[in-house]
T-cell receptor
Framework: AQSVTQPDIHITVSEGASLELRCNYSYGATPYLFWYVQSPGQGLQLLLKYFSGDTLVQGIKGFEAEFKRSQSSFNLRKPSVHWSDAAEYFCAVGGFGNEKLTFGTGTRLTIIP | GAGVSQTPSNKVTEKGKYVELRCDPISGHTALYWYRQSLGQGPEFLIYFQGTGAADDSGLPNDRFFAVRPEGSVSTLKIQRTERGDSAVYLC?????????????FGNGTRLTVT
């Protein structure tokens, strides 16, 4: 069975500070990993994805994530957050030939001035 | 260009009624997905279409739920004898082709409330 754990329900960060959102996954084969962002009233938007190769992947809006197989983790990072980054962030796992993405429960990010 | 369109954006219905939720995918996208997002949860897979056929419907919770995509474009999710536990945001997504290399484009969802 595949699963995703996002241990932080809510994180508050000051504008300009660095950010790390945690994601741990369970998958029986080579995982394909994704981070999505959901802003209020908007659909989910793909930030970045990892399939293979370089374990540090770059995404849109200045986000990056690092795949660590030994820790079954795929944490999302940003060196300096902006007020517009306030949203809900979801980590998801799937696999080749597996169209069914499994999402975590999300982390709500609040940015304070 | 136009994204994935879902109608209605909100639907309130009484317990026991029948509802239909519509999804217009991005033109030319062959793959279409339905997910359900309950309050405080991540999206949960319901069903996946490749063209007109349901390639994987393993996420449909029971036989009250059914989805169609008769012409390989627009899809309708149908819920019979609605229950209060069906209340959620129903998300539709499409992609150019199957497989993780083809990113999912999500609509804004239909918020279903069963009273």
């Amino acid at each position: 069975a595949q699963s995703v754990t996002q241990p932080d329900i809510h994180i508050t960060v000051s504008e300009g500070a660095s950010l790390e959102l945690r994601c741990n996954y369970s998958y029986g084969a080579t995982p394909y990993l994704f981070w999505y962002v959901q802003s209020p009233g908007q659909g989910l938007q793909l930030l970045l994805k990892y399939f293979s190769g370089d374990t540090l992947v770059q995404g849109i809006k200045g986000f990056e994530a690092e795949f660590k197989r030994s820790q079954s983790s795929f944490n999302l990072r940003k060196p300096s957050v902006h007020w517009s980054d306030a949203a809900e962030y979801f980590c998801a796992v799937g696999g080749f030939g597996n169209e069914k993405l499994t999402f975590g429960t999300g982390t709500r990010l609040t940015i304070i001035p | 260009g136009a994204g994935v369109s879902q109608t209605p954006s909100n639907k309130v219905t009484e317990k026991g009624k029948y509802v239909e939720l519509r999804c217009d995918p991005i033109s030319g996208h062959t793959a279409l997905y339905w997910y359900r997002q309950s309050l405080g949860q991540g999206p949960e897979f319901l069903i996946y279409f490749q063209g007109t056929g349901a390639a994987d419907d393993s996420g449909l919770p029971n036989d009250r739920f059914f989805a169609v995509r008769p012409e390989g474009s627009v899809s309708t999710l149908k819920i019979q004898r609605t229950e209060r536990g069906d209340s959620a945001v129903y998300l539709c997504a499409s992609s150019e082709d199957r497989g993780p290399n083809s990113p999912l484009h999500f609509g804004n969802g239909t918020r279903l409330t069963v009273t």
